[in-house]
């Protein structure tokens, strides 16, 4: 028998179908004209669900009508992990279109075979499948419980671009009807039968543990059910929210606490004091990175900790009965969160099921994992009847894992004509990514203050290509010398894990500052510049396509308090291209007035939700850029209300003009994340353009303005 050459490559199937291969884990098609979808990428604001409706309904030939959803639950959804990254398009979405065109096929040889045809005589229309010579049948009248029940095939084809009708299309989201009727879409409005409430009680600052309590006094207050204290895990339950909230704030007082370690000062640049703790890794290197140019130059950037500040505080449910429990939660990885809490429950999986329910805001890993096992926890106490928790305000800013600082340092040689000729990025960061799902421990606030508590997993960043804090640190520009390193520094003094493009934010910040700075001392045009140093002929096209919306000019100087600047990254180097010129005015503060933004994110499959996702990434990155911070004190977060986190209120809102290239016979990218690092140093850039003076550090506040202007 012949042997298979080894160095052939193993065939894989497009995107999660690879690792969830029956079809009917994906789909099924119903006798009531109706076909289910159901995938295990959730719906965070981003309009995936949309887009995926309008890939199955391509290659099924049916009206998007037809298309029934079932909320993602482990249950029965494929696993997919957690919807993060800007993945859900490859991974959900090629595997369900995989599984569609399969469908298809199927219900086509069923109705060759029942009208005693052949394949090729067959059209569908809105699962009408029609002979060429008469007769007719249904994708309804042939469904039946064993088509779908098999693992995929390699051999099928899917539609050519060309003959997409739906994909293409601006379909209107399905999840924005209810939530502009006040329809209650949010696990935030669930309510089921029976249910209480409850409420944890948490300590000042973070590591400390519960000295001493005498819990008598609240267990006797109306409608208090149960109070539960687990080591320094503390919390009560009573009938209706507002007495729960009254005992949380009498434990409160009631509690003594004893202090965890003292907080550093707050300022990024203490990373830099962790040196000697530092696992350096050179992640890029190119020619010889000692190369000396005509002239040297090097700046230094920082970003803060930056809270996700969800506009509602997380807020999940459970329900113990004969010892397994429901959860509903708006967690972005119900699978990986259901290991972690198999773990810290002592029960098998298949004991916890957990079922997605949308939340009221969140890019990234926010709080919505460590309330569902406060939920968890407290419904324990009282089986047989759900418990609702949700955090408070307080809660949610001084818990929630926050996005970590940085410091970035450049440095750079140019010839004698202005071209750079040697690179080099440092960066400095605590991790990205301490999401359930970790090896080597669990990542739930509770599980680290019961009385046997669990330890928490290692914290690390995601490997390249997509990376953590190294994302969008190797530059996509051609530089003929680099060299690009990153610095982990695990421990960190308050938790950092992932926030909406990770350390792709301030990376791509910092690249495209130092962009404009190296432009100017080579007396070159920054849009000019760019091209110069870029061979990506799509990086190019967006490049020039923001400069001709935005009506350039070469060269184009500030007057004092206008001025104008422009970003770029394609988005971990291997999804969406992105280029932003920002329009800024400078008086007491810093405001943004309009926006423009390129985009070229392959096939756009609805590009109405391309272009949503794109014009909100810009309104967070700007309010990230002009005003997010996390403060704290030697002992805790003192960040707690919207007072001392302000965000971009709606009025300060700017224009926002975006173009979408499409590419519709080019892969499909993510595009959700693309915005956060470009239009950063968009408005960075303007600020100097407008003023003459550079802000290396943000957010770009009304005091480190007068602070360069004075430097």
Same mark, same amino acid.
């Given at each position: 028998?012949?042997?298979?050459?080894?160095?052939?490559?193993?065939?894989?199937?497009?995107?999660?179908?690879?690792?969830?291969?029956?079809?009917?884990?994906?789909?099924?098609?119903?006798?009531?004209?109706?076909?289910?979808?159901?995938?295990?990428?959730?719906?965070?604001?981003?309009?995936?669900?949309?887009?995926?409706?309008?890939?199955?309904?391509?290659?099924?030939?049916?009206?998007?009508?037809?298309?029934?959803?079932?909320?993602?639950?482990?249950?029965?959804?494929?696993?997919?992990?957690?919807?993060?990254?800007?993945?859900?398009?490859?991974?959900?979405?090629?595997?369900?279109?995989?599984?569609?065109?399969?469908?298809?096929?199927?219900?086509?040889?069923?109705?060759?075979?029942?009208?005693?045809?052949?394949?090729?005589?067959?059209?569908?229309?809105?699962?009408?499948?029609?002979?060429?010579?008469?007769?007719?049948?249904?994708?309804?009248?042939?469904?039946?419980?064993?088509?779908?029940?098999?693992?995929?095939?390699?051999?099928?084809?899917?539609?050519?671009?060309?003959?997409?009708?739906?994909?293409?299309?601006?379909?209107?989201?399905?999840?924005?009807?209810?939530?502009?009727?006040?329809?209650?879409?949010?696990?935030?409005?669930?309510?089921?039968?029976?249910?209480?409430?409850?409420?944890?009680?948490?300590?000042?600052?973070?590591?400390?543990?519960?000295?001493?309590?005498?819990?008598?006094?609240?267990?006797?207050?109306?409608?208090?059910?149960?109070?539960?204290?687990?080591?320094?895990?503390?919390?009560?339950?009573?009938?209706?929210?507002?007495?729960?909230?009254?005992?949380?704030?009498?434990?409160?007082?009631?509690?003594?606490?004893?202090?965890?370690?003292?907080?550093?000062?707050?300022?990024?640049?203490?990373?830099?004091?962790?040196?000697?703790?530092?696992?350096?890794?050179?992640?890029?290197?190119?020619?010889?990175?000692?190369?000396?140019?005509?002239?040297?130059?090097?700046?230094?950037?920082?970003?803060?900790?930056?809270?996700?500040?969800?506009?509602?505080?997380?807020?999940?449910?459970?329900?113990?009965?004969?010892?397994?429990?429901?959860?509903?939660?708006?967690?972005?990885?119900?699978?990986?969160?259901?290991?972690?809490?198999?773990?810290?429950?002592?029960?098998?999986?298949?004991?916890?099921?957990?079922?997605?329910?949308?939340?009221?805001?969140?890019? @990234?890993?926010?709080? %919505?994992?460590?309330?569902?096992?406060?939920?968890?926890? /407290? =419904?324990? +106490?009282?089986?047989?009847? !759900? $418990?609702?928790?949700?955090?408070?305000?307080?809660?949610?800013?001084?818990?929630?894992?926050?996005?970590?600082?940085?410091?970035?340092?450049?440095?750079?040689?140019?010839?004698?004509?202005?071209?750079?000729?040697?690179?080099?990025?440092?960066?400095?960061?605590?991790?990205?990514?301490?999401?359930?799902?970790?090896?080597?421990?669990?990542?739930?606030?509770?599980?680290?203050?019961?009385?046997?508590?669990?330890?928490?997993?290692?914290?690390?960043?995601?490997?390249?290509?997509?990376?953590?804090?190294?994302?969008?640190?190797?530059?996509?520009?051609?530089?003929?010398?680099?060299?690009?390193?990153?610095?982990?520094?695990?421990?960190?003094?308050?938790?950092?894990?992932?926030?909406?493009?990770?350390? @792709?934010?301030?990376? %791509?910040?910092?690249?495209?500052?130092?962009?404009?700075? /190296? =432009?100017? +001392?080579?007396?070159?045009? !920054? $849009?000019?510049?760019?091209?110069?140093?870029?061979?990506?002929?799509?990086?190019?096209?967006?490049?020039?396509?923001?400069?001709?919306?935005?009506?350039?000019?070469?060269?184009?100087?500030?007057?004092?308090?206008?001025?104008?600047?422009?970003?770029?990254?394609?988005?971990?180097?291997?999804?969406?291209?992105?280029?932003?010129?920002?329009?800024?005015?400078?008086?007491?503060?810093?405001?943004?007035?309009?926006?423009?933004?390129?985009?070229?994110?392959?096939?756009?499959?609805?590009?109405?939700?391309?272009?949503?996702?794109?014009?909100?990434?810009?309104?967070?990155?700007?309010?990230?850029?002009?005003?997010?911070?996390?403060?704290?004190?030697?002992?805790?977060?003192?960040?707690?209300?919207?007072?001392?986190?302000?965000?971009?209120?709606?009025?300060?809102?700017?224009?926002?003009?975006? =173009?979408?290239?499409?590419?519709?016979?080019?892969?499909?990218?993510?595009?959700?994340?693309?915005?956060?690092?470009?239009?950063?140093?968009?408005?960075?850039?303007?600020?100097?353009?407008?003023?003459?003076?550079?802000?290396?550090?943000?957010?770009?506040?009304?005091?480190?303005?007068?602070?360069?202007?004075?430097?």
């Amino acid at each position: 028998m012949a042997q298979a050459n080894s160095s052939t490559p193993a065939r894989k199937l497009p995107g999660s179908l690879e690792t969830n291969r029956r079809l009917d884990r994906w789909l099924s098609v119903n006798a009531d004209g109706t076909v289910t979808l159901v995938t295990g990428k959730v719906e965070i604001g981003q309009g995936i669900l949309t887009a995926l409706i309008q890939m199955t309904a391509e290659e099924l030939d049916i009206d998007v009508s037809r298309i029934r959803l079932k909320a993602a639950s482990t249950a029965f959804s494929p696993d997919e992990g957690i919807t993060s990254g800007s993945r859900s398009i490859q991974e959900s979405g090629l595997a369900l279109r995989h599984a569609a065109a399969e469908a298809r096929d199927l219900l086509l040889a069923r109705a060759a075979q029942k009208l005693g045809v052949t394949l090729e005589s067959l059209t569908v229309k809105d699962g009408v499948i029609s002979a060429r010579g008469g007769g007719s049948v249904t994708y309804w009248e042939l469904a039946a419980p064993d088509l779908l029940a098999r693992e995929a095939s390699f051999d099928v084809s899917e539609k050519l671009p060309q003959e997409h009708v739906l994909v293409g299309t601006s379909l209107a989201r399905v999840d924005i009807p209810g939530k502009i009727t006040g329809r209650p879409s949010f696990v935030q409005d669930m309510n089921l039968p029976g249910t209480l409430h409850g409420r944890v009680c948490r300590p000042a600052g973070p590591k400390a543990t519960l000295k001493s309590i005498d819990v008598k006094e609240v267990g006797q207050m109306p409608g208090v059910v149960a109070v539960v204290r687990d080591g320094s895990f503390l919390g009560v339950v009573a009938e209706r929210e507002e007495q729960a909230i009254r005992a949380e704030r009498r434990l409160a007082r009631l509690a003594q606490w004893t202090p965890g370690p003292e907080l550093p000062a707050n300022d990024p640049r203490q990373l830099l004091a962790l040196q000697a703790e530092a696992e350096t890794e050179v992640i890029s290197t190119k020619g010889d990175p000692a190369t000396v140019g005509a002239r040297q130059f090097s700046a230094e950037y920082t970003k803060p900790y930056i809270a996700h500040a969800s506009l509602a505080p997380s807020c999940s449910i459970a329900h113990w009965e004969g010892g397994k429990v429901r959860i509903w939660t708006h967690s972005q990885g119900i699978y990986p969160l259901r290991g972690d809490m198999a773990q810290v429950l002592g029960l098998p999986e298949q004991d916890i099921v957990i079922t997605h329910v949308e939340g009221a805001g969140c890019y @990234g890993h926010n709080a %919505a994992d460590d309330v569902t096992l406060d939920a968890v926890l /407290l =419904a324990r +106490a009282v089986p047989g009847r !759900p $418990v609702r928790v949700q955090w408070m305000r307080e809660d949610e800013f001084c818990w929630e894992p926050f996005s970590s600082p940085m410091v970035m340092r450049l440095n750079a040689a140019l010839d004698d004509k202005g071209n750079i000729i040697n690179w080099g990025h440092e960066l400095w960061s605590h991790a990205h990514s301490t999401r359930p799902g970790s090896k080597g421990g669990v990542n739930l606030l509770a599980a680290w203050d019961l009385e046997k508590p669990l330890p928490a997993a290692k914290p690390g960043n995601p490997p390249l290509p997509g990376g953590g804090s190294h994302r969008n640190a190797i530059p996509l520009y051609d530089f003929p010398n680099q060299k690009v390193t990153n610095h982990l520094i695990r421990r960190s003094p308050l938790r950092t894990s992932a926030l909406r493009a990770l350390g @792709g934010f301030a990376n %791509a910040f910092a690249i495209e500052c130092f962009i404009d700075e /190296l =432009a100017e +001392a080579a007396g070159a045009d !920054p $849009v000019e510049y760019r091209l110069r140093h870029l061979k990506d002929a799509r990086a190019k096209a967006v490049i020039e396509k923001v400069a001709q919306m935005a009506g350039w000019k070469p060269n184009e100087k500030g007057d004092g308090e206008r001025g104008r600047g422009i970003g770029f990254a394609r988005y971990k180097n291997l999804a969406a291209w992105i280029a932003v010129i920002a329009e800024v005015r400078v008086e007491e503060e810093a405001r943004v007035t309009k926006l423009w933004g390129a985009v070229d994110v392959g096939q756009a499959i609805n590009p109405d939700g391309v272009i949503n996702q794109i014009e909100g990434g810009m309104i967070q990155s700007a309010s990230m850029a002009l005003k997010e911070r996390v403060d704290f004190d030697k002992s805790a977060v003192t960040t707690r209300t919207w007072d001392e986190y302000p965000i971009l209120r709606f009025t300060e809102v700017p224009e926002i003009e975006v =173009a979408l290239i499409n590419r519709p016979e080019a892969p499909p990218v993510g595009a959700g994340e693309g915005t956060q690092g470009p239009v950063a140093a968009a408005i960075g850039n303007a600020i100097c353009n407008a003023l003459g003076a550079r802000l290396r550090d943000m957010p770009f506040t009304r005091d480190r303005i007068v602070a360069a202007l004075s430097a």
